[in-house]
């Protein structure tokens, strides 16, 4: 490469990025406390402390919708490969599972505190949650096994859950590891 080539290569980088706009995204009321892609970057997840999660499109900044379900503010989000499926963890004290397409809550896991954290494992058959240190209850690290039906589009349906013909395979377990975070006592 001459240092003519890669100056000019350069240049023509730069002014072709300088035009670039930011798309301006507006729809939560309160302060966001996370923004996550999904796997392919073209959607955006936001969540906020007006209790809401909202789907945005990247290319045009469009909303393409709302999760309404929590009572409280909305801390984190994960998104599963795939782009079906959405988890939230909220100050309500619950972690949510819901359907993408459809905005369906299908799932909400009630923890003893708020959930500050969640997070998908690749292949979306675990996930895990955080919790804080309040009302006496220490941290934690909540992992949980999720059966596939669940987490797949293609054979859930909520509505054809309920306690008398629920399947115990199909709900998220704690899959009995509670990690306790915090100082060791001496």
């Known amino acids: 490469y001459g240092r003519g080539s890669y100056s000019q290569s350069l240049q023509s980088h730069v002014k072709s990025h300088a035009t670039m706009r930011p798309i301006m995204l507006t729809g939560h009321e309160r302060p966001i406390t996370c923004v996550r892609y999904n796997h392919d970057g073209d959607l955006l997840f936001t969540a906020s402390k007006d209790k809401m999660i909202t789907m945005w ?14 009572n409280g503010v ?4 994960d998104v599963s490969r795939d782009s079906t499926r959405l988890i939230s963890a909220g100050g309500d004290e619950n972690v949510r599972i819901w359907d993408v397409q459809s905005g ?6 009630e923890h003893p505190t708020a959930v500050r954290a969640v997070s998908l ?5 675990q996930f895990l949650s955080c919790t804080d240190s309040t009302f006496g209850y220490q941290p934690a690290i909540n992992l949980y ?31 009995h590891h509670r990690l306790q975070v915090g100082s060791a006592e001496r």
């Open 74 to 77: 909305v801390w984190q989000v």
């Open 104 to 109: 369906t809550l299908l799932w909400s896991i």
């Open 121 to 125: 494992a690749l292949g979306e058959r």
């Open 145 to 175: 096994d999720v059966a596939e039906d669940l987490m797949t589009s293609k054979s859930f349906d909520p509505r054809e859950q309920n306690d008398a013909t629920e399947d115990e395979d199909s709900r998220p377990r704690q899959a």
């Open 57 to 70: 499109r990247t290319d045009n900044g469009e909303r393409m919708g709302i999760f309404k379900g929590h």
